[in-house]
Nanobody, 121 residues
Framework: QVQLVESGGGLVQAGGALRLSCAASGRPLSWYNLAWFRQAPGEEREFVAGLSRGGGTTTYSDSVKGRVTISRDNAMIYLQMNSLKPEDTATYSC????????????????WGQGTQVTVSS
């Protein structure tokens, strides 16, 4: 199994940028498909970005495409977010799974505790 711990959230003005980090321990990240999800108050958890276990495929939700980049470096997963909007405000969580790289939360078995991102207008 793998343990995940996020960091890097905070308060930022609209148009600003943040880089979220997710530190992994346990099994190598290369074993897993990786993803970032977010959840706003009163909303369901939403897929943001995914990276295949081989690192060759990335996928993004339409709401963040062109503004967000997911990457992996050894035992770290990153989410670079640019041109942030108030609607990006949510708790962001990294996740790892061994099934196909999908948008479905059920395909990810390991989760971090989340980091809060707040974008002010």
């Amino acid at each position: 199994q793998v343990q995940l711990v996020e960091s890097g959230g905070g308060l930022v003005q609209a148009g600003g940028a943040l880089r979220l980090s997710c530190a992994a321990s346990g099994r190598p990240l290369s074993w897993y498909n990786l993803a970032w999800f977010r959840q706003a108050p009163g909303e369901e958890r939403e897929f943001v970005a995914g990276l295949s276990r081989g690192g060759g495929t990335t996928t993004y939700s339409d709401s963040v495409k062109g503004r967000v980049t997911i990457s992996r470096d050894n035992a770290m997963i990153y989410l670079q977010m640019n041109s942030l909007k108030p609607e990006d405000t949510a708790t962001y969580s990294c996740a790892a799974g061994v099934n196909e790289l999908t948008f479905d939360v059920r395909d990810y078995f390991y989760w971090g505790q989340g980091t809060q991102v707040t974008v002010s207008s």
